[in-house]
Each structure stands twice: as structure tokens, then as C-alpha cells.
Nanobody
Framework: QVQLVESGGGLVQAGGSLRLSCAAS????????MGWFRQAPGKEREFVAR????????YYADSVKGRFAISRDNAKNTVYLQMNSLKPEDTAVYYC??????????????WGQGTQVTVSS
């Protein structure tokens, strides 16, 4: 059984930084992609960033490009999302996901439980 466990959310002021972590277990992810989605109150879940596990290739939503960085630690089976220059509109529940890569898209097969990120103005 695949498990994705997120951590690192919290409350931060606008302009601040947070780092989210997602620890994966239950299978090997060498042929998979992993990434982050987010869902703000009253809005649909949206893609944030993804990384190809084997090569480390990354792809970002335009709204976070240049501010967020996704990375992975193969030895720890962990994916990170470094979030800098945070804005109030980044406030959301952030979900870790693992799944197939279709071009630039991550098609999730597995989801984490979510972690809340709140950015105050």
C-alpha cells in the first residue's frame, strides 16, 4: 500500500517562506512522477509543481514559477516544495501526489492527506 505523508505547512506572513515535505513509502517510484496540488476554499484543486523521479525534471504552474521549487531526495523517498515570496493567494491545502507523467501533466494515482498553508497579508 502506497502512503504519502506531508508535513511542513503552517502560518506565514506575505513574503515569507515555507518548505513542505512528502515522505513516500510502499513501492518504488523510479518510473513515477511526484508533485504538489493545492485547493483553496471554494475553488477546485489545481496543479502546482511536479518532478520526474528518475531524472529530476520539473514543471511548474505559471502562478508559482520563479517562487516555488520542487526537489527530491532519492535516499529518503521524499519530495520537497520550497515556497518563497509567498502571497495571500497561495493560501490553500497542499496535497502531495504520485502518479504517471503524461507530457508535462502529472496524473495522480495516490494522494497524501494534505497540509494547510496560510499566508497572512
Amino acid at each position: 500500500q502506497v502512503q504519502l505523508v506531508e508535513s511542513g505547512g503552517g502560518l506565514v506572513q506575505a513574503g515569507g517562506s515555507l518548505r513542505l515535505s512528502c515522505a513516500a513509502s510502499g513501492r518504488t517510484f523510479s518510473s513515477y512522477g511526484m508533485g504538489w496540488f493545492r485547493q483553496a476554499p471554494g475553488k477546485e484543486r489545481e496543479f502546482v509543481a511536479r518532478i520526474r523521479w528518475s531524472s529530476g525534471g520539473t514543471y511548474y504552474a505559471d502562478s508559482v514559477k520563479g517562487r516555488f521549487a520542487i526537489s527530491r531526495d532519492n535516499a529518503k523517498n521524499t519530495v520537497y516544495l520550497q515556497m518563497n515570496s509567498l502571497k495571500p493567494e497561495d493560501t490553500a491545502v497542499y496535497y502531495c501526489a504520485a502518479g504517471r507523467l503524461v507530457g508535462t501533466r502529472l496524473e495522480p494515482d495516490y494522494w497524501g492527506q494534505g497540509t494547510q498553508v496560510t499566508v497572512s497579508s
